[in-house]
């Protein structure tokens, strides 16, 4: 374990190094909340997909797959990968124009609202804060078993290396860390899953062995595992399940504040286009890979328990050493990009939604910087009791923010009668129809698929803004707004930039086309025609 343990520790040392370097450059709030505005179509890009890829994917959903699940995990991924390039041309890119430096001041300012502003911060704080725990927890079981430690002893190392980094330089260290984190754990997934492959028998024979798997029928049948080890209802419930929870999902990918808020940091509209587009072909291709390549450790090995250490065990147990450092040093990079994009979410969202303090920009820094910290604190005690369960918390805190934020995000573009009023109740209802629902299923009776706390939170949710669309006013501060940000700015319109842009839309088109033929190859004829 000695060399796992290097290739991890010298990959948090140069973390911790890049964020002492990039705080020299942070001299102000909005380099240290949207690290100027001037990201790059690579920097955005890998930012998007490292935050959104975490433990909750490398662990949570690969023990899923290998559980029994892959291609309803991939069903899903179909409609969340979309919500990539949807939410940017849909959301993404008004918001953009705001110039807001959060996505809670946003709402604040559309709706000229503190009181909206507020309410979302707090949501931010609440469900993000969530979320962090749910990825923490899997950077600490996978570091534990990596050195050897007790897990709170481990909690603490993750903690102390994505909080200095974070701490130190904001939005340009977040950045730049996750665009080399997303290398790293991509590159971990193209390398360690064909190697996995290869050693359960090769393709296709491996693929053949798995959905013929006695003890877990009908492993890569669409609706997934089947007979009395089956634990997620019918094959139609199942259905439901992925095709529900994956609008959740691309509803979060198109709104959520740790998607959307990498557009604030875009050197351009076009940048943020571009940056959507590539960021859902990358995640369709490593969930292709990571998905259906995992369930083969079935073949060699189908009793691990928990299931969510899956591809930690094939690193340590199946593959070279040299590629086992790469997939646990991206797995932790996974861990680690997620939980500094939350905590530096979090952070601003206290310091900037919460509070409107008139200071210097050198003590809003401070604020800013001392706020983070001590929610971190905070969230390190809350993780420190709290038994692990990483998907799940993952998918409960996504499903806060499809119900409380989805409808009024996309109303605020899209709508001329909703108002601050609507926005505010329609935020709350959300939200705590989510968490109502969720007790309700733990304490009462279990709800069928089509009445997940999701749904019943995005309806009424959905029905707080049309009665108060109706009954309630808009001002001339919403409207003037909301013209605003419909106007595209003119520098959308320059040549060069507009055909640059088109080559990206011809690269999604090319590489649908290409994934297809993937998914032909790798899984539909062996399974099918072999």
Known sequence: MLVY?????????IYMLIGTVLSRRVSNVEDYYVSGRNASTLMITGSLVASF?????????????YDGYPITLLILTIFNASGYVLGVLLFGRYLRRSNAITLPEYFGKRFN?????????????????????????GGAL????????????ALIIVWVVYTSFTFMSGAKGVLVNDTLMF??????????????????????????ATANLDIKPDLLSW??????????????EVLGYAVILGLV?????????????????????????RAGIVAMISLMAIYLFLHIGITTVNLINPDINPSENVFIWAAINIMPTWIGVIVLTGIMAATLSSASTFLQLIGNSFSNDLFYLKLSDKKALSFSRMSMLALSVVTLLITLGQPPAIMWIGYFAATLFAASWGPVAFASIYSKRVNGNGAFWSIVIGFFAVIGAEIFQAVVVELPIFLHPVVIGVILSTLTLVVFA?????????????????????????????????????????SGILMVAATFFFYFYPVYIL
């Open 5 to 13: 343990a290097i290739g991890v520790l010298v990959s948090f040392a």
């Open 53 to 65: 890829l975490s433990t909750v994917a490398f662990m949570g959903e690969a023990g899923f797959a």
């Open 113 to 137: 609202s503190k009181r909206v502003q507020r309410v979302a911060g707090l949501t931010t704080i609440v469900g993000i804060s969530a979320y962090l725990v749910a990825v923490t927890q």
């Open 142 to 153: 996978l570091l534990s078993r990596i050195l050897e430690v007790q897990y709170p002893v």
């Open 183 to 208: 290398f790293i754990f991509s590159l971990a997934t193209f390398i360690g899953i064909p190697y996995i492959i290869y050693a359960a028998g090769g393709w296709p024979e491996a693929i053949v």
């Open 223 to 236: 609706h997934g595992l089947t007979g009395d080890t089956s634990f997620m209802g019918t094959p139609i």
């Open 249 to 273: 999902w691309g509803t979060v990918v198109s709104v959520s504040p740790w998607q959307t808020s990498r557009y604030l940091m875009a050197k351009s509209e076009h940048v943020a286009i």
């Open 470 to 510: 109706k009954v309630g006013e808009v001002t001339d501060e919403e409207i003037v707004f909301r013209n605003q940000l419909l106007r595209t700015p003119k520098e959308f319109f320059n040549k060069s930039e507009v055909k640059i842009t088109r080559r990206y839309v011809i690269l999604l088109f090319i």
